[in-house]
C-alpha cells in the first residue's frame, strides 16, 4: 500500500510540486508512526514466545523485553 500511494504520488500532475512535497513528507511519517510501535511490540512479543518454546530461564532477557515495551 505504501509503495503504491508512492507510486501514484509520482505520477500525479494535478497537484502542485510543493502540495506533491508535503503528500510525500506525510506519507513517510505515517510510514515511520506505524513501523515504530509494531517494532516496540512485536520484538518483545516474539521474544517472550521464543524463551517461552526454547524454554530459557534469563532474568536479563526479561529485563530487556520489558524496557522495549516501556518504549512503547
Not at 500511494?5 to 509520482?10: D, P, Q
Not at 502542485?16 to 515511520?32: A, D, E, F, G, Q
Amino acid at each position: 500500500l505504501c509503495f503504491h500511494t508512492f507510486y501514484t504520488l509520482n505520477r500525479m500532475n494535478i497537484i502542485s510540486s510543493k502540495t506533491m512535497m508535503y503528500h510525500r513528507r506525510m506519507m513517510k511519517l505515517l510510514v515511520i508512526q506505524t513501523v515504530i510501535p509494531v517494532i516496540t511490540i512485536c520484538m518483545p512479543l516474539s521474544g517472550a514466545i521464543a524463551q517461552y518454546f526454547l524454554r530459557l530461564e534469563s532474568p536479563e532477557f526479561i529485563i530487556l523485553m520489558i524496557q522495549i515495551i516501556g518504549f512503547h
